[in-house]
Antibody, heavy 122, light 111 residues
Framework: QITLKESGPTLMKPTQTLTLTCTFSGFSLSTSGVGVGWIRQPPGKALEWLALIYWDDDKRYSPSLKSRLTITKDTSKNQVVLTMTDMDPLDTATYFC??????????????WGQGTMVTVSS | QSVLTQPPSVSGAPGQRVTISCTGSSSNIGAGYDVHWYQQLPGTAPKLLIYGNTNRPSGVPDRFSGSRSGASASLAITGLQTEDEAAYYCQSYHNSPRGWVFGGGTQLIVL
């Protein structure tokens, strides 16, 4: 059974750097075709894809946020970390990490974490 | 403003059939990229409902079906049930600029 869980700060001040960790189980990020992505959802609004990292360390970023995002993986710890610099109140959202397997459901996120709410306020 | 356009809301009575549209462009759905659908119940994480335009993951009832034509896609729900009341999102790939994109979401109201 695949599970993912996000962790990180719940409250941040503007200009700070956010670091979120996705800890997963039930799969390995060293298996060909597997990836983990980050998606966020501001309160009452739509989903927005942020970043994705594949088993081979291929990294993809949202074009609109690319300059502020970094995604890394620690295969031995079964973790994926997302950092976002220069946080703004508009970045207030629930942040989800999600599993992807190109060999099973190409391009879709088939299992999601429960999400973690991050509020940015001075 | 989402790259993929969905109606803000749709409604139907129990037992009825509803469809939710997802309109893209020649840079995403129209370019042949697959469409996926997610269901998000209130206060929960999204759940994959349809992948690769028409495929249902294990455990998803066959009341849910997807289709794609040209630059648009649709999600159909038959035999509407009260527990289907949720937000539904389409997702595809956009090639200029490159990245995965979601629709604005559609709130399904079961009357």
């Amino acid at each position: 059974q695949i599970t993912l869980k996000e962790s990180g700060p719940t409250l941040m001040k503007p200009t700070q750097t956010l670091t979120l960790t996705c800890t997963f189980s039930g799969f390995s990020l060293s298996t060909s075709g597997v990836g983990v992505g980050w998606i966020r959802q501001p309160p009452g609004k739509a989903l927005e894809w942020l970043a994705l990292i594949y088993w081979d360390d291929d990294k993809r970023y949202s074009p609109s946020l690319k300059s502020r995002l970094t995604i890394t993986k620690d295969t031995s710890k079964n973790q994926v970390v997302l950092t976002m610099t220069d946080m703004d109140p508009l970045d207030t959202a629930t942040y989800f990490c999600a599993h992807r397997d190109r060999t099973v459901t190409p391009d879709a996120f088939d299992v999601w974490g429960q999400g973690t709410m991050v509020t940015v306020s001075s | 403003q989402s790259v993929l356009t969905q109606p803000p809301s749709v409604s139907g009575a129990p037992g009825q059939r509803v469809t939710i549209s997802c309109t893209g462009s020649s840079s995403n759905i129209g370019a042949g990229y697959d469409v996926h659908w997610y269901q998000q119940l209130p206060g929960t994480a999204p759940k994959l409902l349809i992948y690769g335009n028409t495929n249902r993951p294990s455990g998803v009832p066959d009341r849910f079906s997807g289709s794609r034509s040209g630059a648009s896609a649709s999600l159909a729900i038959t035999g509407l049930q009260t527990e289907d009341e949720a937000a539904y999102y389409c997702q595809s790939y956009h090639n200029s600029p490159r990245g995965w994109v979601f629709g604005g979401g559609t709130q399904l109201i079961v009357l």
